[in-house]
């Protein structure tokens, strides 16, 4: 082994003990003296193995309630020592200083603390300074130092000690103190955050938990995933999720979290292709598919109930990708289980993020996420007529499907099925124009059908288009200098106009 390294000194101070013990085993075994401060040393005590204190080594206590315990020159100089530095030895001889080889700890749970809800005091004292002072001298000194910084890092350390025991590579050493500063920046990431108490002041985003992924939304490109899916979804059958899955699935939960009434959609591209609200999730699916069934070839369906096996029988009629709701009768299961790769995922309770970010340029872009709901107390009638309950009701239920919609975007929708809409268009009325020759297509009458503009309109063009096909009722923004223009065509032409002064731009 290239730049072997013999272990024969351990510094041990860790608050999480679970899975130690091992390590503490094998190590003594290979002969190795150990190091340590309070619980960990009566932890490694109790396993019948002597523990020098640190107190001893120092000559000093732990003091200030615990805040000092470990800094002191000779814990520091015994991790920093440069063993092939001859000025480095002398002086450690001189006053004394052991040699340490491997540190092993880890840090107060900052994040936990703060997620618990506890007072300012309490997190303020879950701020480590000893271990972090720790991790980062041996991580410094991975020439001659191996650090483990955290419990996820136990494993990998026991897995080189059972193949060739108290000793390390320098490649291994090199892994170790990486994998060291991850777990260091994380921590500091988090802990500057909560003083910014969401100022934004600067952008700290650490996320651990790497997952390759088979390519990136291109095969020639890489992709990555950082987080924690398990938080969200279990998946209990097929493929590896890709880069486009994610990116589906995002705007899938997107979606689907605006609606309370059993929802079924259908996704491709991020934008929804079909979408109903129905009593029971057969009805729901299956008028969510009459919206459009050839673009819901390949996609993602999202419901917010249970798939019981009625729906399963109708679904698995047709290919899709991913499917995804918050439970699955046994019966449904084994009938969408019959494709290998077929993605299934359960939802959790999850709260996800509130903010949004994306890189472009040389920099990032930060922003709140869109959680605005619009509701009938948030509608004002800017036409002489009144919209019916039932049309406001259909208003409300597009605005939610033309706010996920990439931009620019119109939806037409009536009775709580989505028709058709029109996205991702640079001219509104190619939008419109789009979303009529799609609703046609399917055999739908846009008689009595309702409009959604993802923003406002600075013509009545398109109201005079949609008024033509028979669209009754229009949502929309509202805000244009020109807005009198098009309320006086709603006003000649009896279609029912509502604002909502809130525009849904989606890029």
Known sequence: MSDSKRIKTALVSVYHKEGLEEIITKLHEE??????????RQFIESLGYSCKAVE?????????????KTLHPKVFGGILCRRGLEQDIQQIEKYEIPEIDLVIVDLYPFEATVASG?????????????????IRAAAKNYNDVIIVASQTQYKPLLDMLMEHGATS??????WMAKE??????????????????????????????QKALRYGENPHQKGYFYGNLDTIFDQIHGKEISYNNLLDINAAVDLIDEFEDVTFAILKHNNACGLASRPTALQAWKDA???????????VLITNAVIDKETAEEINKI???????????????????????RIILVRKEHKLPKKQFRSLLNGVLVQEKDLNIETTADLKTVTDKTPTPEEVE???????IVKNSKSNAIVLAKGKQLLASGVGQTSRVDALKQAIEKAKSFGFSLEGAVMASDAFFPFPDCVEIADKEGVSAVIQPGGSVKDQLTFDYCNEHGVAMVTTGIRHFKH
């Not at 598919?289 to 996609?299: N, R, Y």
């Not at 290919?319 to 289980?337: K, N, R, S, T």
């Not at 259909?394 to 939610?400: C, G, S, Y």
């Open 169 to 174: 590579s320098l490649e291994e050493r090199r």
């Open 31 to 40: 002969g190795v003296e150990f190091l340590s401060t309070g619980g960990t």
């Open 289 to 299: 598919l009459a919206g459009d069934p050839v673009s819901a070839f390949g996609g």
């Open 56 to 68: 001893d080594l120092t000559s000093y206590p732990s003091i200030l309630g615990g805040r000092v």
């Open 118 to 134: 506890a007072p300012e005091a309490e997190i303020i004292e879950k701020i480590d300074i000893g271990g972090i002072s720790l």
């Open 180 to 209: 060291a500063f991850a777990v260091s920046s994380h921590y500091d990431s988090a802990i500057f955050n909560y003083f910014d108490a969401n100022e934004g002041s600067a952008f700290r985003c650490s996320e651990n938990d």
């Open 319 to 341: 290919f899709f990708e991913v499917v995804i709701a918050p439970d699955y009768d046994v019966d449904a299961l084994e009938i969408l289980g019959q494709k290998k790769s």
């Open 394 to 400: 259909d208003m409300l239920f597009a605005n939610k």
